[in-house]
């Protein structure tokens, strides 16, 4: 499978399996690691396993890609805890679900997953759900993927269309 693979979808399974391989060095916590990185292990089995029957857009490949970098980085460190969005935007609470909740709702229902997880589990739920404090963060995190994926559905859609007929990008 690997010689049928193009130099570009090549790139993109190196830059998953290095992040994967980095997120899983010494997590901040070892269970919510595995509850965030499951969701892009799962995806990428699932795409492995359809993708001569089912090939998808260069666009939602990549960000499939961004959604499971993502979800590693966030699983490495929690979403909580990831230091290089510290204090962006000049906000206190850490930003990495501000950027990654519209990313996740360009890629799907992610926080709905997110809760019904952290609910089943009943363990990590405060890592994993990453509320900071915030009593109306899970209501914020499902309207900033709502609006991701209403975002994506404008920006993307022609350029989408465009990928599956064939035609030039405009």
Not at 7 to 23: C, D, E, H, R, Y
Not at 66 to 94: K, Q, S
């Amino acid at each position: 499978m690997l010689n049928k693979l193009s130099k570009q979808s090549l790139l993109w399974l190196v830059i998953v399996v290095a992040t994967f391989i980095g997120s899983a060095i010494d997590p901040k916590d070892g269970f919510t690691w595995f509850l965030e990185t499951l969701p892009a292990v799962i995806a990428l089995i699932l795409l492995a396993i359809t993708w001569e029957k089912f090939r998808l857009t260069q666009l939602a490949c990549v960000l499939i890609l961004v959604h499971c970098v993502t979800l590693m980085i966030g699983g490495h460190y929690t979403y909580a805890e990831v230091p290089f969005l510290e204090g962006l935007f000049g906000m206190e609470r850490n930003n990495h679900d501000t950027v990654g909740q519209p990313a996740q709702g360009f890629g799907g229902f992610y926080e709905l997953f997110e809760w019904w997880v952290a609910k089943r589990t009943g363990q990590g739920g405060e890592a994993f759900l990453d509320t900071q404090g915030d009593e109306w963060d899970t209501q914020s995190d499902l309207m900033s993927a709502l609006i991701g994926a209403m975002s994506a559905l404008l920006v993307f859609s022609r350029r989408q269309d465009q990928e599956i007929t064939g035609e030039e990008h405009a």
